[in-house]
């Protein structure tokens, strides 16, 4: 019933922009806490951005000043924007949702997986 569905990845090249949509359904969105997470080839599962019920967000740092998270509830609709992307960012990205967030979520949830998760959408930064 609680489906998570990402789009908006692709190939874009260094430096420029990406902005990725995940629609919610099957859950109260307005009530659960949101977040972006990724994870590249080779390498472990990360936090990327994660937005409140309350509308603050919280950024990894090497996203900091590049990435904006947000959330429009009337939609039931997760965005990242990404901006001067770099190749490190290539990864894939999945839409989580969380009820019950804790100190540190952003890093918590990306070992943990406890919230649900969407499929994922490939970005892939490269000239």
């Known amino acids: 019933q609680v489906q998570l569905v990402e789009s908006g990845g692709g190939l874009v090249q260094p430096g420029g922009s990406l902005r990725l949509s995940c629609v919610a359904s099957?859950?109260?969105?307005?009530?659960?806490?949101m977040g972006w997470f990724r994870q590249a080839p080779g390498k472990e599962r990360e936090g990327v951005a994660d937005?409140?019920?309350?509308?603050?967000?919280t950024y990894e740092d090497s996203v900091k000043g590049r990435f904006t998270i947000s959330k429009d509830n009337a939609k039931n609709t997760l965005y990242l924007q990404m901006n001067d992307l770099k190749p490190e960012d290539t990864a894939m990205y999945y839409c989580?949702?969380?009820?019950?967030?804790?100190?540190?979520?952003?890093?918590?949830?990306?070992?943990?997986?406890?919230?649900?998760w969407g499929q994922g959408t490939q970005v892939t930064v490269s000239s």
């Open positions: 989580v949702a969380d009820p019950f967030p804790g100190a540190g979520w952003l890093k918590t949830e990306a070992t943990s997986t406890f919230g649900y």
């Open positions: 099957g859950f109260p969105f307005d009530d659960y806490h």
């Open positions: 937005i409140g019920t309350d509308y603050r967000t």
